[in-house]
Each structure stands twice: as structure tokens, then as C-alpha cells.
């Protein structure tokens, strides 16, 4: 009985190895599967980073081009008076026809959102104003704009450059 005992475990034996090979291949199979998902979705991923890096670099270079479209009637206003002047000789008429571009280009910056900010007579905004020069003057109360020096702007509630501006200080004490 010894070796019918020793056949008998051998054949467990072998069968539960048998067994567990068939496993170990079923799991290699699915280790490879989940293996070649993987490297796709690494190359899906990574093509669409670059899909979305290009079109954010192409957001960046086109965006402007719908302002610029706005500006082209003013390029044209600004080369029409040109040679106009330079057929005429009418100073007059250039200048007018100047400042009738100027209010256009005003006009196109404003419904696109840029806005001057108000400074003169006004009470000093860090977030708006920089100082470029402090007058000693009692005209104006402490810390008023007296004067601006540039105009500042801003594009909607952002402020695309500050105004450079003089404010007042109490003068100063001479003993």
C-alpha cells in the first residue's frame, strides 16, 4: 500500500502543480493584457498632453487675432491719411482725420474692454497708482493724486499698467 499511497500523492501532488502552472500562465496572460492597456493608455496620454499643448500654444498665438481684426479699419484710417497728406499737403485735414482714427482706436479698445484709470484729484490706490514723486502742498488733503505723469489702464477688472502719478504730503516742518 506504501507505493499506491506514494502513486496517489504523487498524482495530488502533480495535479495541484498542474494546477497552479495553468494558474500561474492564466495570470500571466492577464498580467500581459493589463500590461499592453497600460502602454496604450500611456500613449493615448501622452498624445493627448501634446494635443492639448498645441492647442494651447495655438490659443495663445490666434487669440489676439479677433482685436487685431477690430484694427485693421484703424490701420487702413491711419495709411488713407497718410496719403492723403501726402497728396494735399493739408495739415489741417491730417490732424482731423488723426483724431478721427484716435477716437476709432479708442472706441475698439474700450468695447474690448480697456478702460484709463482715473487718477487726478483722486486718493492714492497702490493696486492702481505708482508714485513717481511726492509734492509737499497743502491744496490737496495728504496722499491725493496731484498730477499724473502716464496714464494707466486696465483691461476689464485687471489692471494692464498702473498710472504713474505725483501725490500730495503735508509740507514738511523748517525750524
Given amino acids: 500500500m506504501k507505493t499506491e499511497e506514494r502513486n496517489e500523492t504523487v498524482k495530488k501532488i502533480t495535479g495541484a502543480i498542474e494546477g497552479l502552472f ?28 501634446k494635443r492639448v499643448e498645441k492647442e494651447r ?21 491711419f495709411k488713407r491719411g497718410i496719403d492723403s497728406t501726402r497728396n494735399t499737403g493739408n495739415i489741417q485735414d491730417f490732424v482731423r482725420g488723426m483724431e478721427m482714427i484716435y477716437r476709432e482706436l479708442q472706441d475698439v479698445l474700450k468695447r474690448n474692454g480697456l478702460t484709463e484709470i482715473e487718477a487726478e484729484g483722486r486718493p492714492f490706490d497702490p493696486h492702481l497708482h505708482e508714485v513717481v514723486e511726492y509734492v509737499e502742498t497743502q491744496d490737496f488733503p495728504e496722499n491725493t ?14 489692471v494692464l499698467r498702473p498710472a504713474l502719478v505725483k ?9
Fill in 22 to 49: 495553468k494558474e500561474l500562465e492564466e495570470k500571466n496572460a492577464l498580467c500581459s493584457e493589463y500590461l499592453e492597456h497600460l502602454v496604450r493608455i500611456k500613449a493615448e496620454f501622452e498624445n493627448y498632453k
Fill in 57 to 77: 500654444l495655438d490659443y495663445i498665438k490666434y487669440s489676439n487675432a479677433e482685436l487685431i481684426l477690430k484694427l485693421l479699419p484703424v490701420i487702413e484710417g
Fill in 145 to 158: 493724486v496731484v498730477e499724473e505723469v502716464q496714464t494707466g489702464y486696465m483691461v476689464y477688472d485687471r
Fill in 167 to 175: 501725490i500730495s504730503r503735508k509740507p514738511s516742518e523748517k525750524k
